[in-house]
């Protein structure tokens, strides 16, 4: 018997569709500068949980949890 195929959840990707993250409220930016939790540079500028990221940083790491799951999933390509 062959192994049964999961079907896919209807996940919702991390990135919005264009793949930059919109940090334009003003609750993203922090006078204070601390350590980026991605890379350690300093950083104002906050997360959605209020935690220093740099923008970039955060949109990597989207982008890359977006490609793992599409490629455990089988809807892309291989590692
Ligand atoms: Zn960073």
Redesign the pocket.
């Given at each position: 018997m062959p192994p049964r195929r999961r079907e896919p959840a209807g996940r919702k990707p991390a990135l919005p569709p264009g793949g930059l993250l919109d940090w334009s409220d003003d609750w993203h930016f922090d006078p204070e500068a601390l350590p980026?939790r991605?890379?350690?540079?300093p950083?104002h500028l906050r997360d959605s949980r209020g935690i220093a990221?740099?923008k970039?940083?955060a949109e990597a790491e989207l982008a890359e949890i977006d490609r793992i799951v599409r490629v455990y999933s089988g809807d892309g390509p291989p590692c």
């Open positions: 980026c991605h890379c350690g540079a950083t990221a740099d970039v940083c």
